[in-house]
């Protein structure tokens, strides 16, 4: 077991619940956490390092202890709920008096599940993509190199709004950060969580409910709206698969590569929409956009013609001729 010292930060991973006893005969009552962290050393260039403990609370004596445990011991404990020999009366003293808190605050939680994540991004980015939902990573990223891309180029990711649905089973935390990313988090216990990256890659039943009730112009809104969620996301994989026709492709961008190298150079690297003019003639409908850079790092704007064509199951397709896309000069 490594020395606890010159620790600089310490999160919590996970945290397991194993034992409330009310012992009428002995008017005791214990509670006892189990947990897994993440602890930084500042000594060693922020090397972080996995850290388990037990948190014994002692209800009558309105005391506690935290007993450092092996990892081994860690697993055990998840499997096995007898936790007999650690439940014994605690000594008061002036350091381990059980206080009562306020609960922490909702905006408190979602801060902590947005920090804990972007520790594990710069941990170990293996592990962070097993945090993904099962579904979601397979259709999102496919690979794991795919995803070392996506993170590979993630900044200022600072709390910027949230919301916290709770849910029969789990609780879901949606974060979203300066730049409209969003983290998806779904607890089932604290720090216990899969998590979802974007709120388009699996159709949610609220998006289906309004694109159902929707008018035709603004169904192409919407679609509109998840291409530019998409680029800000730099999900070229998913643009090029699933939006574009084979023909488009085989015209306009014969690889991967070369859309995104387009879109890398003709696109803000976070792009807001401006809807300007839109046209129905019959199957195919047509919108001008405007998309502005969210930063506001530059004053111009790209004016793009897009050319949509809709299909069941919510899906779409999607083209623009990239010859007449225009870049504004800044202001």
Known sequence: MSEYNNIAEWNIKEDYVKNVMDNQENNINYRIDIIKGILTKTNENNFYEDAFFMIIEDWNNSSYCILPISEEEYENLKQNSNTAKYEKSIQQNEYNQ?????????????????????????????????????????????????YKEYIDQMDNIVLDKYQVNINEGYTEYICIDKNENYYIFKATNPLEYTLILDTYTITSD??????????????????IDKFVKMLNARDYINIYENLFTDGYKQNNFPSLEEFK??????????????????????????????????????????????????????NFKLSFDKNVLELAPEQ
């Open 206 to 223: 609220t998006f289906k409910q309004a694109y159902n009730k929707a008018e035709i112009v603004e169904k192409a809104q919407m679609n």
């Open 261 to 314: 190298n387009f879109a890398s150079e003709k696109f803000f690297k976070y792009n807001t929409i401006n809807f300007m003019e839109f046209g129905n003639q019959g199957e195919i409908l047509t919108y001008r956009i405007e998309l502005l850079d969210k930063t506001g790092k530059n004053g111009g704007s790209v004016i793009v013609d897009i050319v949509m064509q809709l299909e069941d199951d919510y």
């Open 98 to 146: 059980l206080q009562k808190i306020s609960t922490f605050s909702d905006y408190t939680i979602c801060i902590k599940y947005l920090t804990d994540y972007k520790k594990q991004i710069q941990k170990d980015y293996m592990q962070a993509y097993e945090l993904l939902d099962s579904e979601y990573k397979q259709k999102r990223f496919k690979t794991i190199e795919n």
